[in-house]
């Protein structure tokens, strides 16, 4: 009988339903030795595995130091404690004035979509988060449009997480439609890693909710390597750009994941090839469970100075840090 290649995409939600979350077939998977699977293990216990098939299929087989690899594998270090590494790092419990929203910024606001994630990042600084009080269901949905309005001096929205993209197109463009009906704002952001991790999320209906509003919309990806760059997503980012939307990145600096100067550059390149422009590199955020994702800020600024030698002004990220309590986020110069 004759073989038939199934190349019609997958719905996003089947890939979301089916993402791996058992660590054995993590290992199994990817062809890694059995001896991590005690420390993944009870390391998932703290926050779960979670990685779609899409993303794991651009890791390499037998490579426990593979850089996508490291961004998700439950490991043992996550059970240090090292002094200065808490569970809310960014002191977001202070700057909610209602349910699933944060305004710490002037001219712009966060809010939380959801608490679900397609992919759970060993570093996220949302991995303590409170989710289950910030969601914006039902009537915090009413209370966050009754903020939103009753500030004028805000300009945008920025859909973030979780992952926003975790909500389904339907309420998606209704939350969108509600907001329009605000007079003072004029743009949408949206910061999302599930394109990257699960490419087929980037639907007809997504592209055309944001082509047919009146906002001006940002999409801000999260790729921290260039290998998180395949064809699939290359083609998702193409088709995003037809709703006009300006598509940037963030990208965290990350131990033994990206913290050389060589990757870093290697994923400026890439990020332009595919249509993308580096817009933050983030020094890590000191959250629990976490710290052996933190590299000096001496480094950091050293390797952006080579970054900022070796590229184009406009593929070099704004090398940053969140610092609480500050009006904007805290740019660092390279030394
Ligand atoms: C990071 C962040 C923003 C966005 O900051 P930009 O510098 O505009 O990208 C907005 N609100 C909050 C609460 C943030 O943490
Ligand atoms: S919020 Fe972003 S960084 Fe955190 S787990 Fe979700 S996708 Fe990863």
Redesign the pocket.
């Known amino acids: 009988m004759m073989q038939v290649l199934d190349i019609t995409p997958k719905r996003w939600q089947d890939s979301l339903k089916q993402a791996i979350t058992d660590p054995q077939e993590l290992l199994d998977r990817l062809s890694l030795p059995n001896e991590l699977l005690d420390q993944a293990k009870a390391a998932s216990q703290l926050f779960p595995l979670r990685v779609p098939n899409e993303f794991l299929n651009r890791m390499e087989a037998g490579n426990p130091n593979d850089p996508l690899l490291k961004q998700i594998l439950p490991i043992g270090d996550e059970f240090i404690q090292t002094p200065g590494f808490t569970e809310d790092p960014l002191n977001e419990s202070e700057a909610r004035p209602t349910p699933g929203v944060v305004h710490k910024y002037q001219d712009r606001a966060l809010l939380i979509l959801s608490g679900a994630?397609?992919?759970?990042?060993r570093y996220?600084f949302?991995?303590h988060f409170p989710y289950s009080e910030n969601q914006l269901s039902g009537e915090h949905w009413q209370t966050a449009l009754a903020y939103l309005k009753g500030h004028k001096e805000l300009r945008e929205v920025i859909f973030s997480?979780?992952?926003p993209l975790v909500t389904p197109d339907g309420r998606f463009s209704n939350m969108v439609a509600d907001l329009e009906e605000i007079p003072h704002l004029e743009r949408l952001r949206i910061h999302t890693?599930l394109p990257v991790v699960i490419p087929s999320r980037v639907t007809e209906q997504f592209i055309d909710t944001l082509q047919h509003s009146r906002f001006d919309s940002v999409v801000v990806l999260?790729i921290n390597h260039a290998n998180e760059i395949d064809d699939s997503l290359r083609h998702a980012v193409t088709n995003l750009k037809k709703s006009g939307a300006t598509i940037l990145n963030q990208a965290v600096l990350l131990k033994g994941v990206n913290d050389c100067a060589d990757e870093q550059i290697k994923l400026s390149r890439a990020l332009f090839s595919a249509g993308i422009l580096p817009y933050y590199l983030f020094l890590f955020d000191p959250v629990a469970g976490a710290s052996h994702f933190d590299i000096p800020i001496e480094q950091g600024k050293k390797i952006f100075a080579q970054m900022q030698k070796s590229l184009p002004g406009y593929l070099v990220p704004r090398l940053a840090k969140e610092i609480s309590g500050k009006t904007s986020k805290t740019l660092l110069i390279s030394s």
């Open positions: 994630c397609a992919i759970n990042c996220c949302r991995r997480g979780g992952d890693r999260h």
